[in-house]
């Protein structure tokens, strides 16, 4: 087996600092005993001297416009489970290290991914691009690689027989020991994980008890490391909270990329793809405003999802400004694995379905739609709309138009050419919409054809459709 860790140092901040590309100097603070100091900040608070550890209220006197978040262990945990849906696309075998962490087992998927090397990179590609920073270990073991992750070093361990002898070298502050253990293995020279595994098992569980040599075991593999593996929600809806209040629609397009790789990776796990999207724009004291993307068929493409939004985003105004977003996805529905052909032709991969779907994102949902016909001789009512993609096939007659006009116009130009017809259509005497008329192909004198019918009830004469 192998294991990879991603332990995320910057959590706490990076929960509130990734909606933003640029964001202001911003702190991160939660109470210790009676004060309230700063647990993180990003780089622009950081270049004004702001520090972890340092008060609150000297921090914000030192930057006058340094952006306070309290920290949230719900958005933080919330987060963490986000991580490991998308993880998913990687391996279905991931496992939370709380509060910080994740674990995952890829022993059984790198033939996939074609390599160990091609696997981190995209790891990490991955993980920038939802905007957090990790440190990658691998080991044989779970906590082994946790404990190098947990180090800095960055290390990949894949022969067991040399997981010992990098695990020596760790501080033992790096164990999930109380603070009274670690002190006292201080106090007995015991600064490493080597010098702990030289002590005596029995002499460590009468002092310490049984826990710290069995966390020594589980790191090296000597004793069973039983993980329970992340499960995901059967809905998908995550939530970003903005560090800064947004005013344009446009400008939540940053913030949404962040999500929709985390949709990609849930949907990959779930052999499914969603039909439905829907962004929640929250504001102080108004209604949320509400985004909707529809798709013709099931997707689970991030870049997908992102133009329609984008274009959706376009078109829409906030009436007031956002301080969070939620994104969900309203219809998950089983896709099948397709395989691709290894000699398709790059003319024919072109997908129309994105063309209707970017249609309707610019023109609303009602301006593009099927067609499909309907048992009857009227031209007006031989066809309904229907929803896109989804129309039945209309055999086409050389004698009539495409486009027809949504009613027709009294024609009193005279000079008219009659090339063909009459073609008599006498129907719907039943629903009181009755109509006896006999059409005709004709040109005008600018030599454009036009279907024309004459009423044969008043004689009166009506263009009623166009030729190409």
């Known amino acids: ?143 082994g690689a946790w404990l190098l992750a947990k180090a800095g070093k960055g290390a990949c361990i894949r022969d067991p027989t040399r ?56 790191a090296l593999g000597k004793a069973h490391d039983v993980r329970a593996f992340f499960v995901p929600p059967a809905r998908f809806e995550r939530r970003l909270e903005l560090p800064a209040p947004v005013e344009a629609a446009e400008a939540l397009l940053f913030a949404v990329r962040r999500l929709l790789p985390e949709l990609e990776g849930y949907l990959v796990l779930h052999q499914s793809g969603v039909q439905q999207l829907e962004l929640l724009c929250r504001h102080e004291d108004v209604p949320d405003t509400v985004v909707s993307i529809g798709f013709v068929q099931p997707v689970r493409d991030a870049g997908r999802m992102q133009l329609l939004l984008r274009e959706t985003l376009g078109r829409t105004r906030l009436p007031e400004p956002v301080h969070a977003i939620v994104l969900k996805a309203q219809r998950i529905l089983p896709v099948a694995a397709a395989s691709g052909d290894l000699f398709q032709d790059a003319i024919q991969t072109g997908d129309g379905n994105l063309l209707l779907e970017r249609l309707r994102a610019r023109l609303g949902k009602e301006a593009v739609h099927g067609i499909t016909p309907t048992a009857d001789h009227r031209p007006e009512l031989a066809w309904k709309p229907c929803e896109a993609g989804q129309g039945s096939s209309i055999s086409g007659n050389a004698h009539r138009p495409l486009w027809l006009l949504p009613r027709p116009v009294s024609c009193r130009d005279g000079r008219l050419v009659l090339k063909s017809g009459p073609e008599r259509i006498e129907s719907g005497w039943w629903d009181g919409r009755g109509v006896a008329r006999d059409y005709y192909v004709a040109q005008d004198r600018n030599g454009a054809r036009l279907w024309v019918y004459c009423d044969r009830a008043s004689g009166e004469w009506f263009v009623h459709g166009l030729f190409a």
């Open 163 to 218: 997981l010992e002898s990098v695990l020596a070298t760790l501080p033992v502050g790096l164990l999930e020991q109380p603070l009274e253990v670690l002190d006292g293995l201080e106090m007995i020279g015991a600064h490493t994980l080597g010098e702990c595994l030289r002590l005596p098992r029995a002499g460590l569980v009468r002092r310490f008890g049984r826990r710290l040599p069995d966390e020594l075991e589980r």
């Open 1 to 143: 087996m192998l294991w990879l860790a991603l332990h995320f140092p910057a959590f706490p901040l990076e929960v509130f600092s990734r909606g933003t590309l640029a964001p202001e100097p911003l702190a991160v603070a939660e109470k210790q005993g009676s004060r309230a100091c700063v647990v993180a900040c990003n780089e622009a608070a950081m270049n004004d001297g702001v520090r972890p550890g340092m008060p609150v209220s000297a921090a914000q006197a030192l930057v006058a416009g340094l952006i306070v978040r309290w920290r949230a262990p719900a958005a933080e945990q919330e987060s963490l489970a986000g991580l490991a849906a998308w993880a998913g696309r990687f391996t279905p075998s991931v496992s939370l290290q709380p509060p910080d962490g994740l674990l995952l087992e890829i022993g059984g998927c790198l033939r996939l991914h074609r390599g160990l090397d091609r696997l981190l990179s995209k790891v990490k590609d991955g993980l920038s691009a939802l905007g957090y920073a990790a440190i990658q270990a691998c080991a044989p073991t779970p906590h």
